[in-house]
């Protein structure tokens, strides 16, 4: 019987473990700070400031358990991409496609942002015949998520990294058997796939 409660207790430690990286991945989603040292490389600029802190006053104002639409997060996601485009002082080439059917489908906040935010820190995206592609699809309980980006060839694995890792365990705390995550890569492309089912 003892033996039975010790077991419990570690199943239990371990599902707090697991709770706690996906709220760790959340929040790193959340914090911007890759954007915002671009921002800060930009500091004279007043409407690229203004600009950065409404996107991080809405991204503050998100919880991590409690869901909202396929549009507001698509909205977001513009956002940023808009803003990483303006303050990076390298040309950064990215292409976006956002084929939503039911922008009012609900999915947990900022569940898109960290392979994005992966592939435009970790990859190569300075060419324009290589840029950054980022494609959502969504239907009335599907939405999937393609990134993409020229390999980085100065990192060993692009998706060996803390918030890869804790992203994964936000996404199996969150969606558990109804989400599958790709990730791919060769000698000239990294790819990350993910599909979340029965929203």
Do not use: C
């Amino acid at each position: 019987m003892l033996w039975s409660k010790k077991k419990t207790t570690i199943s239990e430690l371990q599902d707090q473990i697991l709770a706690l990286k996906a709220e760790l991945s959340f929040l790193k989603a959340r914090e911007l700070s890759d954007l915002r040292k671009l921002i800060k490389t930009n500091e004279q600029n007043e409407p690229l400031i203004k600009a950065f802190f409404e996107l991080q006053n809405a991204a503050d104002s998100l919880t991590e358990n409690i869901k909202w639409s396929v549009g507001e997060e698509v909205q977001f996601v513009e956002g940023l991409l808009s803003l990483w485009s303006q303050t990076n002082l390298e040309s950064v080439e990215i292409k976006n496609q956002f084929l939503i059917l039911d922008p009012h489908l609900q999915i947990y906040p900022l569940i898109t942002v960290p392979p994005i935010i992966n592939s435009l820190v970790n990859g190569y995206n300075s060419m324009k015949e290589h840029p950054v592609k980022i494609k959502f699809q969504s239907s009335s309980k599907h939405l999937q998520l393609e990134v993409s980006n020229r390999v980085n060839h100065y990192l060993e694995d692009q998706a060996n990294n803390s918030e890869i890792v804790a992203f994964k365990d936000r996404l199996l705390i969150r969606y558990g058997e109804h989400q599958q995550l790709f990730i791919n890569s060769n000698s000239n492309l990294f790819k990350t796939t993910l599909i979340l089912n029965d929203l």
